[in-house]
């Protein structure tokens, strides 16, 4: 559970259908912060209610009949791919991965795009609105703004099939 507390997960809470001897020791084995035994479904969708209320953002993992209320109704719902079909349905993301540790390079891969997106979208704007700019002002001949506007497209493009992360990054070994 440290590497989600890591990637920005404040607190793993598992829901379980399961006896509380076997919620316990599977709680402990993991390290959760928090177990509930004994969960029906509709339980497990009022816990979601519940936090979402309190103003939390909630990631659900889950892969049976069970969780799929729950999944439903988390701000992100993950299904496991080897799962209940109703749960790969209801889900947002389906991960074929039995490696939960795969969430976490999800969630920096995710993160690392949107900054990418973001940094691109910020540049574009800027760069051609100062070519606009440059070229109402007749500073910039059309001309020269089409192939400043052109080359930066070219070199933008090209930054983007830089990877996100680099390989050892991506197969989860210390950096």
């Known amino acids: 559970m440290s590497l989600l507390h890591e990637a920005g997960v404040r607190k793993v809470v ?3 259908g399961d006896n509380h001897a076997t919620a316990a020791a599977i709680a402990d084995e993991l390290g959760v912060d928090d177990y509930r035994a004994e969960v029906l ?3 497990k969708a009022a816990f979601i209610r519940a936090e979402q209320t309190a103003g939390h953002k909630i ?7 069970n969780d799929a209320p729950a999944l439903s109704l988390a701000d992100v719902g993950v ?18 991965a039995e490696d939960l ?3 976490v390079l999800l969630r920096r891969l995710s993160r690392l795009l949107m900054g ?23 500073v910039l001949q059309p001309a020269t703004s089409a192939l400043l506007h052109n080359g930066s497209t070219l070199l933008l493009s090209m ?14 070994e210390a950096t």
Do not use: H, Q, W
């Open 14 to 16: 598992m829901l379980t």
């Open 101 to 103: 540790r795969e969430l």
């Open 116 to 138: 990418r997106i973001e940094r691109n979208y910020r540049f574009v704007m800027g760069f051609n609105g100062a070519l606009i700019a440059l070229g109402a002002v007749g």
């Open 41 to 43: 479904p509709e339980d």
């Open 159 to 172: 930054d983007c099939l830089t990877p996100l992360l680099r390989e050892s990054e991506a197969k989860g």
């Open 59 to 65: 990631v659900m993992i889950g892969d049976g009949i």
């Open 79 to 96: 299904a496991i791919g080897s799962g209940a079909s109703i749960a790969r349905e209801v889900a947002d993301i389906t991960i074929e």
